[in-house]
């Protein structure tokens, strides 16, 4: 599976934007999701995902309550709602997919399908 984001860009702090992460290929139906994100100096960090049914999800404490995640399984698209934007978001946000699996969806290693990053700037 291919995969690509998109929807980045520089808003100011209690902002809100939506990513897009669409995919490319044979299936998508049967692909834990998930979104990671780098910021400046900073370990990439798993922010949230969703399994291939759509029904778990994982957020991350740091965004738990502003950020939801969902699937689109007919567009082949999976979506970042974030709300409530805060300057320490600001980082390339990776959309990236796994083969469905019975382990945590919270176990970044597993994740082996890649998108190019989006860049997502919250200015204070």
């Known amino acids: 599976v291919q995969l690509q984001a998109s929807g980045g860009g520089l808003v100011q702090a209690g902002a809100y934007l939506r990513l897009s992460c669409a995919a490319s290929g044979r299936t998508f139906v049967d692909y834990d999701v998930a979104w990671f994100r780098q910021g400046p100096g900073k370990e990439r960090e798993l922010v949230t995902a969703?399994?291939?049914?759509?029904?778990?999800?994982y957020f991350a404490e740091s965004v738990k309550g502003r950020f939801t995640i969902s699937r689109d399984d007919t567009n082949k698209s999976v979506y970042l709602q974030m709300n409530s934007l805060k300057p320490e978001d600001t980082a390339i946000y990776y959309c990236?997919?796994?083969?469905?699996?019975?382990?945590?969806?919270?176990?970044?290693?597993?994740?082996?399908?890649w998108g190019q990053g989006t860049l997502v700037t919250v200015s204070s």
């Open positions: 969703i399994n291939w049914g759509g029904t778990t999800t």
């Open positions: 990236a997919a796994r083969h469905l699996s019975t382990v945590g969806l919270s176990v970044a290693s597993m994740y082996e399908y």
